[in-house]
């Protein structure tokens, strides 16, 4: 990020590290998991197809990032663990689960038609995040007791639910039916009335689905003499146990005992307030603007992927925009958004109370939602050109108390985007021009923006001022009234304009949006 003045806005990102030797878990669950059962006509209580879309997204995760050992999922919710000696992306909380949510989110997205291939996707999934910080693998392991006991009694009571509701029940005569039953009652209930015996029902229902990594030995090459040379190497396989917290389970994978440490005796006494404590929180400070800024992951990789134009791809900004857009439509609690290249920011209001202003629910839902749009609009933006690797993205969260302080966050992302995409522009006309990238830095090194300007008139032609707003200002998107010259009423509509935001007049000119 280029050097200014307003870079003292960075004073107010809190630190949320989680220390070593703490053990990092990340669980994932479908915001609008009814909503999405319901508008796409899932069975009921288990889409077996929806369950194994969700696995086939976590075993992608497990495949991509190494330092994640195992997860165990059921329903709409997924937990990674990762290896106790991580040191992925420093042990930033807010940087680890949005980037896990964003990619599990890109994943589903892709991968629903594998799955769903009489169902389009209606509207963009999006999927919550947190990481809890277990000070040990027994903490590990009761909250991995505590997640399968909770499939085992929501399946036990979902599938006892719909068996009533489909014999002909209202909903909430079913709900009242059930109320009080305990565990061998219900097993009694669907004997009885449907002939049901729950051990019978698959195992992925009752007891969830494990993905772990394993070391096997794998031929590489052969010898000079034909001997076969054997190499350790990672596998990510997927199991069904009824047992995934006792010892016999977890210890008889030496690769897991190795990352994350062995399990002791089986745990017979659950306190799910005790495991909930480890739950790794930020709370956002009350009366402060709260401002999400989401970050492509590896983009110098995607966009060379996909062949994009440099310094801008006028069509990748357009997606971003459009991602952007959708965001402020989705979520009525932020005000404004500045975006440029490939990240955005995100304000919301200040008496926001969105997730309770808990940073993990805003900021991985945020990221996950975009992740989905960015999806899903690829094929407007990019009629001729197909997906070649997953996008996906990080976020963080940040509380700035005044509006001044605000503005000067704004202005230091608008100072970013001037003096990177000036010399962005001077280094890719170097480049197109038969330099080679190294010479082309080296020739820019130290130059000033005079001397910036100079160089593109004199060299190739170029008046920097004269090149496209979007590229050299970024994008603001806000909420703005329309008129209606006909029936003489204004609506609130959301729009992208290319404006200079350092200037007061636009605030002026905009007093509402931050008022």
């Known amino acids: 990020m280029a050097n200014s003045k307003y870079e003292y806005v960075k004073s107010f990102e809190v630190e949320d590290e989680v220390m070593l030797p703490n053990i990092i878990v990340v669980r994932i669950n479908n915001c609008n998991i009814c909503r999405l059962s319901d508008v796409h006509e899932l069975e009921k209580p288990n889409d077996e197809r929806l369950l194994n879309l969700m696995n086939s997204c976590a075993i992608s995760v497990l495949e991509e990032f190494s330092d994640i050992v195992f997860s165990y999922g059921y329903g709409d919710e997924h937990s990674f663990v990762f290896k106790k000696s991580t040191k992925f992306y420093q042990r930033r909380s807010s940087k680890i689960l949005s980037l896990i949510v964003s990619f599990f989110t890109t994943l589903y997205v892709t991968k629903w038609k594998e799955y769903f291939p009489d169902k389009d996707l209606q509207y963009p999934p999006s999927f919550e995040s947190r990481v809890i910080s277990c000070a040990s693998s027994e903490v590990v392991q009761m909250y991995l007791a505590w997640r399968q006991i909770e499939c085992h009694e929501s399946n036990q009571y979902n599938t006892c639910l719909w068996m009533l509701i489909k014999c002909g029940k209202k909903e909430n005569d079913a709900r009242e039916a059930l109320k009080g039953t305990q565990k061998q009652g219900k097993h ?15 195992s992925m229902f009752r007891q969830g689905s494990c993905i772990l990594k394993t070391e096997v030995e794998d031929i590489v090459k052969y010898n000079d003499s034909g001997v076969p040379v054997k190499r350790l190497r990672k596998k990510v396989i ?48 009350l009366s402060t603007w709260i401002v999400v800024r989401i970050d492509g992951v590896h983009f110098h990789r995607f966009c060379d992927a996909h062949q994009f134009e440099k310094p801008n791809d006028e069509q990748a900004l357009n997606l971003m925009n459009a991602c952007a857009s959708s965001v402020l439509e989705e979520f009525q609690d932020i005000v404004f958004s500045y975006g440029v290249s490939d990240e955005y920011s995100f304000v919301f209001k200040k008496d926001s109370q969105f997730y309770q202003r808990h940073a993990s629910g805003i900021v991985s839902v945020i990221v996950s939602f975009f992740s989905s749009m960015y999806i899903m609009k690829w094929r407007e933006h990019f009629p001729k050109k197909e997906l070649k690797c997953l996008p996906y993205f990080d976020g963080r969260a940040v509380c700035y108390p005044s509006t001044g302080i605000l503005k000067d966050y704004l202005t230091w992302r608008q100072v970013d985007c001037h003096i990177n995409n000036q010399y962005n522009t001077c280094f890719w006309m170097l480049v197109k021009s038969g330099m080679s990238k ?59 304009d290319c404006c200079n935001i350092i200037d007061e007049s636009f605030w002026d000119e905009h007093a509402t949006i931050l008022a």
């Not at 004997?191 to 029902?201: E, S, W």
């Open 438 to 496: 190294r010479e082309s830095q080296e020739y820019l090194k130290g130059s000033q923006t005079n001397q910036k300007n100079e160089l593109l008139i004199q060299k190739f032609g170029i008046d920097y001022k004269k090149l496209p707003a979007m590229f050299r200002l970024g994008s603001s998107v806000f909420w703005d009234k329309e008129e209606n010259i006909i029936a003489g009423k204004s609506r609130k509509i959301v729009v992208v």
């Open 188 to 202: 009694e209930l669907l004997f009885k009335q449907f002939g049901v015996n729950y051990k019978n029902l698959p």
């Open 238 to 285: 997927l199991v069904h146990s009824g047992q995934i917290a006792s010892s016999s389970f977890w210890n008889g994978h030496t690769y897991l005992c190795k990352e994350v440490g062995e399990f002791g005796k089986s745990i017979t006494k659950l306190d799910p307030d005790y495991i909930k404590s480890f739950q790794f929180e930020n709370k956002m400070m």
